[in-house]
């Protein structure tokens, strides 16, 4: 009995069922439609990691992601189409552009703090739709992107990759806030002024936060145009169904938990598909309506409310 209870107790016990239940889903899953439900939860576990790092345990809240992911999206699909450049190797050269280009966004907007901050990295990101937008002779413009061939041939196999990254990014964030480097981070979220006083060059370890954020957020962009086989830049520039979708899947899920990206994608994706299905119209009323229940009763989001009832197993 003793043995069960230390087995029950384990940290890890939730990490490893759950790599052992997504390991087999494409298997239960002969519904084309779950497994795409599937991949979305995926998807938004990965992107709600990557926001989780700057916003959740560096405290910078970022509006404006969409600017990463876009950048992601179209550099993947643009060395492909123009330069026929692999689109695995489009992956690698996502992130890294997307980390690019958060070095002079972080410069100037983490000159700013609070409200500010988040304000000036969305006009980044509207700046940037704009400029994809009317380069038409580069982008397509409105047109947007079509891409014939997939980064793989099947939903299964894409799901199964989807699942890669994603383990990779949680472990890596994870990883990284339990460094020197995330404890940095964390001291920046609780009070830069003490942080600063202590010696730590907050400016330099924020936008280190941004890079690997948006690192991260770059690769989903590209996997997610790979799914897609589509872009343009009212989609993966959107701020409503891209930048503030990956506050919601924290906020939901709970801000500064390794659990909690993960909880909020589930949320998100299952509740605007159900109520996109049963209400049509009515379905952002009802999506909202979660949002304000959860803020109110749930502050912490749903992981952090329930740390207290479940001991160890969401402090993994």
């Known amino acids: 009995m003793t043995k069960w ?13 759950l790599a052992l239940i997504a390991l087999v889903l494409p298997l239960v899953l002969r519904n084309e439609y779950y497994l795409h439900l599937a991949i979305l939860i995926l998807l938004w576990t990965a992107l709600g990691a990557s ?48 980390s690019l280009i958060a070095i002079p966004i972080g410069w100037i907007c983490f000159r700013l703090r609070g409200p500010y901050f988040s304000l000036s990295i969305l006009a980044f990101s509207e700046v940037l739709r704009l400029i994809v937008l009317h380069w038409k002779e580069v982008t397509e413009g409105a047109v947007g992107i079509l891409l014939i061939n997939s980064i ?29 480097l995330g404890f940095y981070f ?4 609780d009070d830069e002024e003490a942080a600063e006083a202590l010696g730590i060059y907050t400016t330099r370890y ?82 909202g309506a979660l949002v304000v229940i959860v803020i109110l009763f749930l502050p912490k989001g749903v992981v952090g409310s329930l740390k207290q009832y479940t001991g160890k197993w969401f402090h993994a």
């Open 5 to 17: 209870n230390d087995i029950l107790k384990n940290r890890h016990l939730p990490a490893v069922l």
């Open 51 to 98: 926001w989780n790092l700057l916003g959740g345990y560096t405290g910078q809240v970022s509006f404006g992601h969409s600017v990463f992911f876009g950048m992601g999206a179209y550099v993947s699909l643009l060395l492909h189409t123009k330069l026929g450049v692999s689109l695995w190797m489009g992956l690698l050269y996502a992130g890294i552009a997307a």
């Open 152 to 180: 793989v041939d099947s939903k299964v196999s894409f799901y199964y990759l989807m699942l890669i990254v994603t383990a990779i990014i949680l472990l890596v964030v994870n990883f990284v806030v339990k460094r020197k």
């Open 186 to 189: 964390i001291a920046i979220r």
């Open 206 to 287: 924020k936008i280190y936060s941004l890079m690997i954020s948006a690192f991260f957020t770059g690769v989903m962009g590209s996997l997610f145009a790979n799914y897609t086989s589509y872009i343009d830049p009212y989609i993966v520039f959107s701020v409503g169904d891209v930048a503030i979708a990956m506050v919601l899947v924290v906020v939901l899920g709970g801000i500064g938990t390794f659990w909690g990206p993960l909880v909020g994608a589930i949320c998100v994706v299952m509740v605007n598909e159900g109520s996109r299905l049963m209400f049509a119209n009515a379905s952002v009323l009802i999506y």
